[in-house]
């Protein structure tokens, strides 16, 4: 589903890239160029500055400067004012990490300069964002005075039931955005443990209509591996790898996954929607699908699913649905509480442990979900989140460097409001901070 958060990493980088779980390279100190173009982008983000003068013709020909004044503004509305660069360390003489303290967090960035005499900044990116709650409780607190409805569960994993350390509306049941792709990854562990299934087993595209994503202008008669489509739905949240993967393994057994993966409210997600089919019942103009879906039980929505939906051509759909920036119809989703989602992470830790399904470990790793700093105090991290306007979730399965396992799990949902995504993402990374420290 769509992201805002992904606006804060894509405007002001000349790319964005999935956050691996590398090591940093060779700190050195900042060259006097890095400290004077990080002074001048401190007053940018502040709302001063000349972007002319600071930053290289070829980026403000790509990120202009109402992009980059629009970005600094949320930036500001998340957290406060900008008031120092906490922290400069230098990669190469033209390349650093920089963390800009605010009011109420910090935002980690990389940036590049340009070799020549007149070192301007050639590259900008934003790599994570941390609130300043200084314990768990604090941030269970702030998560409960979120507008709307919000939840979390952090619980230590072992070889029984999770044992929840902390939690705020912990069984409230969410709409949770694109983390339903985790029961499907379930599935896909299940299937393979069981030799039913191979990660090497090839899909031929049909050349069915699909939602947007790497496959959707792929012709018909395509083969591409479950193994790929697993790791473009986790890593990138790709829609059409979702619903490909959805219709190989079959809805019904993604289903039959729901309450063993610990979903206690599984018929709510009965029949299970694809991708496609939610844009579908949101997108037609004035909700008349959508209506007609709410207005049904299980056997009606299943006829529904069959016939009308299937039959909604994709130019039915209203293509500016999310990006007017409001909730839409936010019960027809996937619902899961945040100890549902903990369940499900734990569920998956015990089936990757060795089989062939321990290569969903390693998909689920790809893309951590937070910054480089917070990943680097884990052992692993494994992440699958999700978010439209009104609704974000962010779910982790971590691993001490000591070995012990933990499940975090977070949902915000507004049916009135966008909710901010930046400050949600820094609360959650703050958790996942802490959480290592064992504060």
Do not use: C
Not at 36 to 60: K, V, W
Not at 211 to 229: D, H, I, N, S
Not at 367 to 377: K, T
């Amino acid at each position: 589903m769509i992201r805002k958060v992904v606006l804060l990493v894509a405007v002001l980088g000349l790319g964005a890239p999935a956050v691996a779980q590398t090591p940093p390279a060779a700190a050195t100190m900042p060259s006097d160029p890095l400290r004077t173009r990080a002074q001048a982008l401190l007053g940018i983000l502040g709302g001063g500055g000349d972007t002319a003068a600071e930053f290289d013709p070829t980026f403000l020909a790509q990120i202009p400067d109402a992009k980059i004044r629009t970005i600094a503004k949320q930036l500001s509305e998340a957290f406060g004012a900008p008031l120092a660069i906490e922290s400069l360390t230098a990669a190469t003489p033209q390349k650093a990490s920089l963390t800009v303290r605010y009011a109420r967090g910090s935002v980690a960035m990389t940036m590049t300069v340009e070799p020549s005499a007149a070192h301007r900044i050639t590259g900008l990116l934003v790599t994570g964002t941390t609130s300043r709650e200084a314990s768990l409780d604090q941030i269970v607190a702030t998560i409960g005075t979120l507008p709307g409805v919000a939840g979390f569960a952090l619980a230590r994993l072992g070889d029984g039931t999770p044992s929840v350390m902390q939690a705020t509306k912990p069984d409230t049941d969410f709409a949770i955005g694109s983390a339903f792709k985790l029961a499907i990854l379930s599935e896909a562990i299940r299937a393979t443990n069981a030799g039913e299934r191979r990660w090497d087993d090839l899909v031929t595209l049909d050349g069915a209509p699909l939602p947007g994503g790497f496959y959707t202008q792929q012709p018909a008669g395509t083969k591409v591996t479950l193994r790929e489509l697993a790791q473009k739905m986790i890593s990138v949240s790709d829609n059409s790898a979702t619903d490909i993967l959805l219709a190989a393994l079959g809805r019904a057994k993604v289903e039959a996954m729901l309450p063993v993966i610990g979903w206690r409210h599984a018929a709510r997600n009965r029949p299970l929607l694809g991708t496609l089919d939610v844009f579908k019942l949101k997108g037609i103009p004035g909700g008349a699908l959508g209506k007609r879906w709410l207005a049904l039980d299980e056997a009606g929505r299943r006829a529904l699913l069959a016939k009308d939906i299937a039959a909604t051509p994709l130019g039915a759909i209203d293509p500016r649905m999310f990006q007017r920036g409001v909730p839409v119809m936010l019960d027809i989703e996937w619902f899961a509480s945040p100890a549902d989602l903990v369940r499900t992470m734990d569920w998956i830790r015990r089936n990757t442990e060795t089989g062939p399904g321990a290569e969903a470990r390693a998909i689920l790793g790809v893309n951590p979900g937070v910054g480089p700093a917070q990943a680097a105090r884990w052992g692993y991290v494994g992440y699958k989140g999700g978010s439209e306007p009104g609704v974000i979730v962010m779910t982790l399965l971590l691993q001490s460097k000591a070995g012990a396992w933990y499940a975090l799990a977070a949902s915000w949902n507004d049916p009135a409001a966008a909710v901010d995504d930046a400050r949600f993402v820094a609360l959650v990374s703050r958790a996942v901070d802490l959480a290592a420290s064992g504060r």
